[in-house]
T-cell receptor, first 114, second 110 residues
Framework: GAVVSQHPSWVICKSGTSVKIECRSLDFQATTMFWYRQFPKQSLMLMAT?????????EQGVEKDKFLINHASLTLSTLTVTSAHPEDSSFYIC??????????FGPGTRLTVL | QKEVEQNSGPLSVPEGAIASLNCTYSDRGSQSFFWYRQYSGKSPELIMS????GDKEDGRFTAQLNKASQYVSLLIRDSQPSDSATYLCAVNRSAGKSTFGDGTTLTVKP
């Protein structure tokens, strides 16, 4: 299957700071990527669709000004959590779909906001 | 009604037994169906995809699809402790998106 990487794998930051998470497709081009958030022992929640060369589309209830998404190239999407607060602490995961809608997930980024 | 529903679990089976995981979906227009495995603290990984009615086998895993009943299942034969994980059922939406169930946690006891 295709390989998707994420960086960093974990990050700890102070409340009020911004954190950028990168998602890269290593061996294929991804015009679309997806960002998810998962709280402990809860289900995967789709946050937004990252579209190469255009604006991201956000799921209902997700603040677009808080979770900034940029998809500047066919292999890189970034998620910036702005003015992070402790309630933003979570496991953030990206995925890129294949032509048959299979999702290839990155390894995830664990964010802890103090 | 949720778009994708799975057994609430947890499911516990002894080593060597068959584990059966079930999933129903609400959108009759869905065409693609997937099973992902997620180990604790890790991201999901694709283990099976199925697109047409019937059974699809891959090693110890068999996916079954019945579009008329809007039902997808995953059977794991000869279950091993390493199969202990949360299994996510997913159904395609538009534009490459998938809708995920809440997952069923499987524990295989040695």
């Amino acid at each position: 299957g295709a390989v998707v990487s994420q960086h960093p794998s974990w990050v700890i930051c102070k409340s009020g700071t911004s954190v950028k998470i990168e998602c890269r497709s290593l061996d294929f081009q991804a015009t679309t990527m997806f960002w998810y958030r998962q709280f402990p022992k809860q289900s995967l929640m789709l946050m937004a669709t990252s579209n190469e060369g255009s604006k991201a589309t956000y799921e209902q209830g997700v603040e677009k000004d808080k979770f900034l998404i940029n998809h500047a190239s066919l292999t890189l999407s970034t998620l910036t959590v702005t003015s992070a607060h402790p309630e933003d602490s979570s496991f953030y995961i990206c995925s890129a779909p294949s032509r048959r809608d299979e999702q290839f997930f990155g390894p995830g980024t664990r964010l802890t906001v103090l | 009604q949720k778009e994708v529903e799975q057994n609430s679990g947890p499911l516990s089976v002894p080593e060597g037994a068959i584990a059966s995981l079930n999933c129903t979906y609400s959108d009759r227009g869905s065409q693609s169906f997937f099973w992902y495995r997620q180990y604790s603290g890790k991201s999901p990984e694709l283990i099976m995809s199925i697109y047409s009615n019937g059974d699809k086998e891959d090693g110890r895993f068999t996916a079954q699809l019945n579009k008329a009943s809007q039902y997808v299942s995953l059977l794991i034969r000869d279950s091993q402790p390493s199969d202990s994980a949360t299994y996510l059922c997913a159904v395609n939406r538009s534009a490459g998106k998938s809708t995920f169930g809440d997952g069923t946690t499987l524990t295989v006891k040695p």
